[in-house]
C-alpha cells in the first residue's frame, strides 16, 4: 500500500478492466506519495481513465497537472490537445498540438495525430500546414484510414 509505483500500475490495470472509478483512487494513493517519483504518469493515466467515465473537467484537471510539472511531456499536451478538440476549443488545442510536433518528428507521429493536425489547421485556415501535415499522413500512412479520410475531405467526421 505505500508502494507508488505499484499503486500506479494496479490503478492502470483497473483502469484497463472496466474499474476506473476505482483506478483513480489508486491515482489519487500513488500521487499522495512524495516519494514517487513519476506523477506525470499517474496524472495522464488518471485523465485517460476519467475520460472513459465522462468526467471530463476532472480529466482536464488531471492533465494540466501533469503538463504544469512536466511542460515537456508530449502525453500530456497530446491529451490537451485531444480534450480540447473534442470540446471545440480550436485555439487551445492548436497550442497543446504545437507542442507535441516541436517534440515529435514527423516520421514518428501515429496517423491519428497527424489527421488531427491536418483537421486543427484546417479549422484555422492555416493552409500550409494542413498541406504539409497531410504530406506526412500520405508519407508515413498512406495505407491508413486517416489518409482516406483526407483524400475525401471528411474534416468533420
Known amino acids: 500500500p ?20 476505482q483506478s483513480l483512487q489508486q491515482f489519487e494513493a500513488a500521487l499522495a506519495n512524495r516519494n514517487y517519483l513519476s ?8 485523465g485517460v481513465c476519467s475520460l472513459k467515465i465522462n468526467k471530463v473537467a476532472e480529466a482536464e484537471r488531471y492533465f494540466l497537472s501533469a503538463f504544469r ?16 478538440w473534442q470540446r471545440g476549443d480550436t485555439e487551445r488545442a492548436e497550442f497543446y498540438l504545437s507542442r507535441v510536433v516541436k517534440d515529435v518528428p ?20 492555416d493552409i500550409a500546414m494542413e498541406t504539409s501535415f497531410g504530406t ?9 484510414n486517416e489518409y482516406a479520410s483526407f483524400q475525401r475531405g471528411a474534416f468533420n467526421e
Open 2 to 21: 505505500n508502494n507508488p509505483d505499484l499503486l500506479s500500475n494496479y490503478g492502470w490495470y483497473l483502469c484497463k478492466t472496466g474499474r476506473e472509478a
Open 106 to 125: 514527423g516520421d514518428r507521429l501515429p496517423a491519428d495525430v497527424l489527421w488531427l493536425a491536418i483537421k486543427i489547421y484546417h479549422k484555422v485556415g
Open 69 to 84: 510539472l512536466e511542460p515537456s511531456n508530449t502525453v500530456s499536451s497530446l491529451n490537451l490537445c485531444k480534450l480540447y
Open 39 to 46: 506523477p506525470t504518469k499517474a496524472l495522464n493515466n488518471a
Open 136 to 144: 506526412q499522413l500520405r508519407r508515413y500512412h498512406g495505407a491508413a
